[in-house]
């Protein structure tokens, strides 16, 4: 008896929305399709880094890259909606973006504000 090796078969998607999750520690990528459905998660940790490693500006760029290919080739997404959140090193690097085949429709900022942010300078006393 033979066994047929079935690929499995993606979805043609040519819009979808890339959520950041850009924290101190580690950054999460999230790629949805225009109703919110997910597709693919990558995050630093998953692409191999561990521990303080996570958080440094190589994982993040591993993270993206993998993120952009599985998008170009898995599910042939041609544009793409970036939503950024968080305080951390992914926010610049949108300039990946660009030297992929993938264009930029527009990028929004999710970052909620800070609650009550840091604590103020003490006055001057005269």
Not at 16 to 28: D, E, R, S
Not at 62 to 85: D, G, H, P, Q
Request: charged residues 20%; aromatic residues 4%; hydrophobic residues 35%.
């Amino acid at each position: 008896m033979s066994v047929k090796n079935k690929k499995k078969k993606y979805p043609k998607i040519p819009l979808a929305i890339l959520h950041v999750g850009a924290n101190v520690n580690n950054t999460i990528l999230t790629l949805t399709d225009q109703h919110g459905n997910c597709l693919a998660q990558v995050s630093s940790g998953s692409c191999g880094f561990k521990h303080c490693r996570k958080s440094t500006p190589h994982a993040t760029y591993t993270a993206i890259r993998n993120m952009l290919e599985k998008a170009s080739s898995l599910f042939s997404v041609k544009e793409i909606i970036l939503k950024i959140s968080g305080p951390g090193i992914a926010r610049d690097m949108i300039q990946l973006f660009q030297n992929n085949n993938i264009s930029i429709l527009s990028v929004e900022d999710n970052t909620n504000p800070p609650h009550n942010g840091v604590r103020l300078r003490r006055e001057r006393r005269l």
